[in-house]
């Protein structure tokens, strides 16, 4: 069974930092593109950062400069540095894994292109 979990999430002040992890059982990263999504109760989901198999990575021009996507091989987890956290980063935040051509809606009803899919990690930034 693969299973994906995230932490790291937390209660911070505009300006403050928090470093989300996804860590994955079942399945390894390494040949994998992953991403990580955010969604707000009533909106819609919104792809924050990706990273592709060889290492390419993209941002969301609302976090971009802010948001760093990593990842660790050894302990096949992916890492979300946030920094310069804004009020309007307040949300879920899901990790999703092996990208697919086949769209699956996810609970919370995200429409994602990725076999696999992160419970979430609440981010609550206050001004």
């Known amino acids: 069974e693969v299973r994906l979990v995230e932490s790291g999430g937390g209660s911070v002040q505009a300006g403050g930092s928090l470093r989300l992890s996804c860590t994955a059982s079942?399945?390894?990263?390494?040949?994998?593109?992953m991403g990580w999504y955010r969604q707000v109760p009533g909106n819609e989901c919104e792809l924050v950062s990706t990273?592709?198999?060889?290492?390419?990575?993209s941002y969301a021009d609302s976090v971009k400069g802010r948001f760093t996507i990593s990842q660790d091989n050894a302990k096949n987890t992916v890492y979300l540095q946030m920094d310069s956290l804004k009020p309007e980063d307040t949300a879920v935040y899901h990790c999703a894994a092996d990208r697919t051509t086949v769209y699956r809606i996810r609970p919370g009803g995200c429409l994602v292109p990725y076999s696999y899919w992160g419970q979430g990690t609440q981010v609550t930034v206050s001004s």
């Open positions: 079942g399945f390894s990263f390494a040949p994998s593109d």
């Open positions: 990273w592709q198999f060889d290492g390419r990575t």
